[in-house]
């Protein structure tokens, strides 16, 4: 493993545990070289993916850019780390259990609206306008209109 610090790949792991989830292996590893400390995930990975985007191109699936698209939609939302983390892991093991080697770019996003719209639904919204390419605010009103009436209630 290559040290984010200096580069060199002289690294060892100094502790292993399951993740909360357990769901990955978490290493907790040192650098011969500069002797910083710096943690890694291990998961399983079932299948190699691939995301067809609407332009038709095909690219490699990223599990790294579905948590900052996330991410993103959280951003100052009082959202536990842990939740998101299950949320995607849910998503990701969702995609590798379709039993398909290619996943639709809108397959992705509407398992997230899904995940988003039980865990935050600020996030939700937000994610909806980039997602669905909003134009004006009766876009907004109808996804508001998606979200459960108790949860507007219980808002208000």
């Known amino acids: 493993m290559?040290?984010?610090?200096?580069?060199?790949?002289d690294t060892q792991v100094k502790d292993s545990r399951p993740s909360e989830d357990s769901a990955a292996i978490r290493r907790?590893?040192?650098?011969?070289?500069?002797?910083?400390?710096f943690t890694t995930f291990e998961r399983v990975q079932l299948r190699e993916l691939a995301v067809i985007k609407r332009s038709g191109r095909r690219v490699p699936f990223?599990?790294?850019?579905?948590?900052?698209?996330?991410?993103?939609?959280?951003?100052?939302?009082?959202?536990?780390p842990e939740r998101v983390e299950r949320m995607v892991s849910?998503?990701?093991?969702?995609l590798e259990s379709l039993g398909e080697n290619e996943v639709r770019s809108e397959q992705i996003g509407e398992l997230v609206?899904?995940?988003?719209k039980?865990?935050?639904?600020?996030a939700y919204v937000r994610f909806?306008?980039?997602?669905?390419?909003f134009r004006d605010p009766k876009d907004f009103e109808k996804v508001l209109g998606e979200l459960?009436?108790?949860?507007a209630e219980s808002k208000k």
């Open 2 to 9: 290559r040290c984010p610090y200096c580069g060199s790949l």
């Open 28 to 37: 907790r590893r040192i650098c011969a070289a500069c002797g910083q400390r």
């Open 62 to 80: 990223d599990r790294d850019k579905l948590v900052r698209s996330v991410e993103i939609a959280l951003r100052k939302r009082p959202v536990e």
């Open 90 to 94: 849910g998503i990701v093991r969702k």
């Open 113 to 116: 609206m899904e995940g988003l």
């Open 118 to 122: 039980q865990l935050d639904d600020v």
């Open 128 to 133: 909806a306008s980039v997602y669905r390419n």
């Open 148 to 151: 459960s009436p108790e949860a």
